[in-house]
C-alpha cells in the first residue's frame, strides 16, 4: 500500500529538515573546537612566525614576534641578545627559519631569544611583553589539571624590539633565567680620547657581570661603573659565542652610557680560564665613519667568579 501526504504536510517536514541542518555545526569545526587547547606536537621543530604582538595584550611598544616553538636545541635557561648581523647570524644558527634581517634593521631593532629549557611535558611557553621601556620575560606553566602532551619540550619565543644603537636593553627576568646566572665581580681601566677638544681621560672600571652559558653562546649582563669627573655606567646585555678553548666574541652594545661616544658601539673579545673561574674582556667601540670628531674608548675588564656555576636542569 502506497503512503500518500498532503502537500502542505510535505512543505511541513521539508522546513523542519532544513532548520535543523541550518543550526547543526559541522562536525570538523567541532573537533578543531574541541582541540584548540591541545598541543599535538605535529611540528614541533618548525618555528611559529606571527606578526606584531605582545603576549599580556596591552599595547605593544613595537614588539614583533619572529619566531616561537616548543622544540629547539637549546635545553637549559638561556637569553640571547643580538643587535648586530654577526650575532643575529649565530642565532640564525640556532633556529632555523629566522628571517634575515640588515645592518640597517639594527641601527634601530635589537632582537631578544628567550628560550625556557627542557620540561617534562607540553603546555609551557615563554611570555615577552613591553613593560617599563624594556621587556619583560616570564615562564608560562599549564593550568593545574591541564590536558598536555607527555612530551619533553624545549620552548622558546624570539621577538624584534625597537632600540637604538646608543640605548641600553632594559630585560626583567623572572627566576627561570634568573638562576643561570653566575655572578663575576669586575675590575679594570677605560681610555676615552678624542672630540673636538681632543680630550683624553683614563678611568677605573668597577662592578659586576652576570654570566649565561649554553652551547657554544654566551649572554653578559654589564653593570659598570666608570670612576671618572662623574660616575658613568654601563648596564646592557650582549651576547655572541665562546668556542672551545674560552674564547670569547661578543655582539655590539652600548657604549655611550659610558664613554659618551655617539652611534659607536662597543664590541668585545676575551678568554675564560679553563674553568670559566675568571674572564679577560678588551672593549673597544666601533668606529663611525659619518660622525666626525667623535670620542673613541677601550677598556680591559677583568673579571672574576664570586660564585659557581649554576647546575644544569635538563634530563639527558
Known amino acids: 500500500m502506497r503512503l500518500l501526504m498532503k502537500p502542505h504536510s510535505i512543505f511541513a517536514f521539508v522546513l523542519v529538515v532544513t532548520i535543523a541542518n541550518l543550526n547543526a555545526p559541522g562536525c570538523s569545526q567541532q573537533q578543531r573546537s574541541g582541540n584548540a587547547n591541545v598541543q599535538t606536537g605535529a611540528t614541533p621543530n618548525r618555528p611559529t612566525k606571527t606578526g ?14 619572529l619566531a616561537s616553538g616548543v622544540i629547539c636545541k637549546v635545553v637549559e635557561s638561556y637569553i640571547f641578545v643580538a643587535r648586530d648581523v654577526d650575532s643575529y647570524q649565530q642565532l640564525r644558527g640556532v633556529i632555523e627559519g629566522l628571517p634575515a634581517e640588515s ?63 646608543d640605548a641600553s636593553l632594559k630585560l626583567t627576568l623572572d627566576q627561570t633565567w634568573r638562576q643561570r646566572f653566575r655572578p663575576y665581580s669586575v675590575s679594570g681601566t677605560m ?69 659618551m661616544a655617539v652611534q659607536s658601539p662597543f664590541q668585545a673579545t676575551g678568554q675564560f680560564d679553563s674553568v670559566e673561574q675568571s674572564l679577560a674582556l678588551e672593549l673597544q667601540t666601533v668606529p663611525n665613519p659619518k660622525i666626525a670628531d667623535n670620542l673613541a ?16 636542569r635538563a634530563r639527558y
Request: without cysteine.
Open 52 to 65: 606584531n604582538q605582545n603576549d599580556a595584550g596591552n599595547a605593544d611598544g613595537g614588539l614583533k614576534v
Open 103 to 165: 645592518p640597517e634593521f639594527f641601527q634601530s631593532q635589537a632582537v631578544v631569544a628567550a628560550f625556557l629549557g627542557q620540561r617534562m611535558t607540553g603546555g609551557f611557553d615563554v611570555n615577552i611583553a613591553a613593560a617599563d621601556g624594556g621587556l619583560r620575560i616570564l615562564e608560562r606553566t599549564p593550568p593545574k589539571g591541564a590536558m598536555v602532551n607527555q612530551l619533553v619540550t624545549t620552548p622558546y619565543r624570539i621577538v624584534a624590539f625597537p632600540l637604538g644603537v
Open 191 to 259: 681610555r676615552v680620547g678624542g672630540g673636538f677638544a681632543g680630550i683624553q681621560q683614563d678611568w677605573k672600571l668597577t662592578g659586576k657581570l652576570q654570566i649565561m652559558r649554553v652551547l657554544n653562546l654566551v649572554t653578559i649582563f654589564f653593570e659598570v661603573e666608570g670612576q671618572a669627573r662623574e660616575t658613568r655606567r654601563l648596564q646592557d646585555v650582549a651576547s655572541g659565542t665562546a668556542d672551545g678553548s674560552g674564547g670569547v666574541i661578543l655582539g655590539y652594545f652600548n657604549s655611550a652610557s659610558l664613554t
Open 297 to 312: 674608548a677601550r677598556g680591559s675588564i677583568r673579571a672574576t667568579a664570586t660564585a659557581g656555576a649554576p647546575p644544569n
